[in-house]
């Protein structure tokens, strides 16, 4: 079965990249890092980045499930769940959406209230923040952070210093009205990548930690690296004849006589079965040919292992996506392991 590495280094590197643009101290900085691990660490593996993490030194985790975080609550000091039954735990807090999610949540449980500062997608309008606080607590919830959400931190606009416009107003109402202890947070990658006086007590950090800057050039750029390269192991050769259409369809069509091999990777794997007209490049510049099935491709290569993917902006390029779709569509069965 194909394979996958994770490159332990360029994690590192790129943990350490986004703690200099915390800006203070390195250890102050590295407490104040929550590394998203939903959805499988974007595909990275959820146990073994999680591991990688806490031996960085990141307190702090983000997922979507509590079944997540269940599986690594060992590693961390908090885990934040962004999407689930909200239930009382000493480690584990909440994200309150909705004024139901108040309502429905467990008596004691610790929660995060996030604020729809513009994006328009989960959150408490600013205008219903004092109802949300006063709800928390007569349902007596531990509330210990107030957050908001992003919607075009990689976008050259306004639009990004409105919302944190926005959310100082929050965050001066909340303080107003006696609660403490609470920590606030608003940046994920793109923000923190694009911030040079970060004041905040906690950034979220997803794409940026696995290697990818989504800024456009425009900004000033921190360079990160891929943390992840997908290969894939050889299962069978042959000589094609000038003629001999190949796969599904038969698609391509040999234009010599050439040397094949299918390899052990396909869209049952969670690889995109793209547009055989625009065939994807493998990072080893060989482009697939024909059409990809369920669990093989075809490449005019004999070599016992092949490097499909080292960079996945580049992959998502070639197939008209986005970094974050490759690396969460890859199967979680794909054999991870550390480099």
């Known amino acids: 079965m194909a394979?996958?590495?994770?490159?332990r280094q360029n994690f590192y590197h790129n943990l350490n990249q986004i703690a200099l643009?915390?800006?203070s101290q390195k250890s102050t900085a590295i407490q104040k890092i929550a590394i998203v691990l939903k959805d499988n660490a974007y595909g990275h593996g959820l146990e073994m980045m999680a591991k990688l993490a806490?031996?960085?030194?990141?307190?702090?985790?983000?997922?979507?499930?509590?079944?997540?975080?269940?599986?690594?609550?060992s590693y961390f000091k908090t885990i934040l769940i962004l999407g689930d039954s909200i239930l009382a735990h000493e480690k584990f807090s909440y994200t309150i959406n909705t004024l139901s999610d108040i309502e429905n949540a467990q008596k004691g449980a610790k929660v995060e209230l996030k604020i729809d500062t513009g994006m328009h997608?989960?959150?408490?309008?600013?205008?219903?923040?004092?109802?949300?606080l006063e709800q928390i607590q007569k349902k007596k919830l531990e509330l210990v952070g107030v957050m908001t959400h992003f919607r075009s931190a990689d976008t050259l606009s306004s639009e990004f210093f409105w919302q944190q416009k926005n959310f100082e107003i929050v965050k001066k109402r909340v303080k107003e009205l006696g609660f403490k202890c609470i920590r606030f947070h608003s940046h994920n990658s793109t923000g923190i990548l694009r911030t040079n006086n970060f004041d905040e007590d906690m950034?979220?950090?997803?794409?940026?930690?696995?290697?990818?800057?989504e800024l456009p050039d425009i900004f000033d750029k921190v360079v990160l690296k891929p943390v992840l390269s997908l290969y894939s192991n050889k299962v069978a050769t042959q000589t094609l004849k000038k003629g001999n259409r190949l796969g599904y369809g038969g698609d391509f069509i040999a234009p010599k006589e050439m040397k094949v091999s299918t390899y052990d990777l396909g869209y049952g794997d969670g690889w995109?079965?793209?547009?055989?007209e625009k065939p994807f490049v493998t990072a080893e510049s060989l482009p697939i040919l024909g059409r990809v099935s369920m669990d093989f491709i075809t490449l005019a290569s004999d070599k016992e292992e092949i490097c499909i993917l080292n960079d996945a902006q580049n992959a998502a390029e070639q197939l008209d996506t986005i970094s974050y779709e490759i690396l969460t569509s890859l199967d979680e069965k794909i054999k991870r392991s550390i480099v």
């Open 54 to 73: 806490s031996e960085f030194g990141i307190l702090h985790a983000v997922v979507r499930k509590t079944s997540e975080a269940k599986q690594i609550e």
């Open 121 to 132: 997608r989960n959150g408490i309008a600013i205008d219903a923040l004092e109802i949300a």
């Open 21 to 23: 643009q915390i800006g």
């Open 203 to 213: 950034v979220r950090v997803g794409i940026g930690a696995y290697g990818y800057n």
């Open 3 to 7: 394979f996958i590495h994770i490159n």
């Open 272 to 276: 995109s079965r793209g547009n055989n």
